[in-house]
C-alpha cells in the first residue's frame, strides 16, 4: 500500500455531510475508518449513526489534498474542516481529543457494540483479540512491562486522588452501594467448584509472600490511622475490631448494635471508628 500523507473527506451522499481528516498515511487510516464504522463503534457518533441508517454503500473516500510538508497538515486539515458546511467533526483541532460525548451517546455506542459483537464478525473479532490477548500475556516480558507502566501510573498521586475522587463520587449515588452488594453476592453465587479453587490459589499465592503480607499490613495500618485522624485524636478513636477485642465479642454482634443504635459510631470511608467514651458508657450499660 502506497503511502501517501495529505488531507481527506468521507462524505455521505444520503446526508450529504463530510469528516475531514489528515494522515500521514491516509489509505491505512482510511482502513481505520471503515473497520471502526463495521464494528459500530466509531469516535464520531454522528458518522456511526449514518452509517448504520444509510448504509456502506452510501459513504465515499477521497484524498482532497495531498501534503508534502508533516507541519502544515493539521493547518490544511482545519482550513477544509472550517470551509464544510455541515461537517462530522466536532471542532477545528483536526482531533477528536478533548471533545466529551454525553450520557446517552455513550449508552448508543455500548448497545451498537454489543449488538455487533453478536453478529458472525463480531464472533470473529472476540476470537481475535482473544487469541491477542492470550499470545501478550504468554510473553513474561511484556508481562514485566505493562506491570512497570502500571506501577508508575498507580505511584502518581495526582492519579490516588483523581480515583478516590471517582470513586466517592460513584457511592455517593442512592442505592450504589447495594448494586455492587447484589453484584457480588450474584457473581459469587454463580461461581462453579473451579473457578472458587483458581480464586483461592491467586489470594494464597499472594498472601503467602512475606513481603506482601507486610505490605498489606502497613497499608491498612496507615489507612487507619489516617481516618482515625480526620474524626480527631487517634488515641481516643477505635475501630470496630479494636472495640470488639476490648468488649470480647465478634465484630458482628458490635456492628449489629451500631446499626441499632445502641453504640455511637462514625464511618469514614469504610472504616466504623468509636470513640473511646462512647465504648465505655456502652460497656457500662
Given at each position: 500500500m502506497a503511502q501517501i500523507m495529505g488531507v481527506y473527506a468521507l462524505t455521505c451522499s444520503v446526508t450529504e455531510r463530510v469528516y475531514i481528516g489528515s494522515s500521514t498515511h491516509v489509505k491505512a487510516r482510511w482502513s481505520q475508518h471503515t473497520f471502526d464504522l463495521r464494528r459500530g463503534n466509531h469516535p464520531v457518533a454522528d458518522m456511526q449513526a449514518d452509517w448504520t441508517a444509510c448504509g456502506e454503500s452510501s459513504f465515499t473516500f477521497e484524498i482532497v489534498e495531498p501534503v508534502l510538508m508533516r507541519e502544515v497538515l493539521i493547518d490544511r486539515e482545519r482550513w477544509w474542516i472550517a470551509n464544510q458546511?455541515?461537517?462530522?467533526?466536532?471542532?477545528?483541532?483536526?482531533?477528536?481529543?478533548?471533545?466529551?460525548?454525553?450520557?446517552?451517546?455513550?449508552?448508543?455506542?455500548?448497545?451498537?457494540?454489543?449488538?455487533?459483537?453478536?453478529?458472525?464478525?463480531?464472533?470473529?473479532?472476540?476470537?481475535?483479540?482473544?487469541?491477542?490477548?492470550?499470545?501478550?500475556f504468554q510473553d513474561p516480558q511484556q508481562v514485566a512491562d505493562m506491570a512497570a507502566r502500571v506501577k508508575d501510573a498507580l505511584s502518581k498521586p495526582e492519579w490516588k486522588e483523581a480515583q478516590s475522587q471517582r470513586m466517592k463520587a460513584c457511592f455517593n449515588k442512592p442505592g450504589e452501594r447495594e448494586r455492587r452488594r447484589a453484584f457480588?453476592?450474584?457473581?459469587?453465587?454463580?461461581?462453579?467448584?473451579?473457578?472458587?479453587?483458581?480464586?483461592?490459589?491467586?489470594?494464597?499465592?499472594?498472601?503467602?509472600?512475606?513481603?506482601?503480607?507486610?505490605?498489606?499490613?502497613?497499608?491498612?495500618?496507615?489507612?487507619?490511622?489516617?481516618?482515625?485522624?480526620?474524626?480527631?485524636?487517634?488515641?481516643?478513636?477505635?475501630?470496630q475490631s479494636e472495640a470488639a477485642c476490648i468488649l470480647g465479642c465478634c465484630t458482628d454482634r458490635l456492628i449489629?448494635?451500631?446499626?441499632?443504635?445502641?453504640?455511637?459510631a462514625t464511618r469514614v470511608g469504610r472504616y466504623v471508628l468509636i470513640f473511646r467514651k462512647d465504648l465505655e458508657n456502652y460497656a457500662n450499660l
Open positions: 458546511e455541515n461537517p462530522y467533526n466536532k471542532s477545528l483541532n483536526g482531533t477528536m481529543r478533548g471533545y466529551k460525548h454525553g450520557p446517552e451517546m455513550t449508552v448508543a455506542r455500548l448497545a451498537t457494540r454489543a449488538r455487533f459483537l453478536e453478529t458472525e464478525e463480531g464472533l470473529r473479532y472476540r476470537a481475535h483479540m482473544s487469541r491477542l490477548a492470550t499470545k501478550r457480588m453476592l450474584e457473581r459469587h453465587a454463580n461461581m462453579d467448584e473451579s473457578e472458587r479453587e483458581r480464586a483461592r490459589a491467586r489470594l494464597r499465592a499472594v498472601y503467602d509472600d512475606p513481603a506482601q503480607r507486610q505490605r498489606v499490613s502497613d497499608t491498612t495500618l496507615a489507612r487507619t490511622r489516617a481516618a482515625k485522624a480526620s474524626v480527631g485524636s487517634v488515641e481516643d478513636i477505635l475501630t449489629r448494635h451500631v446499626k441499632q443504635g445502641k453504640l455511637p
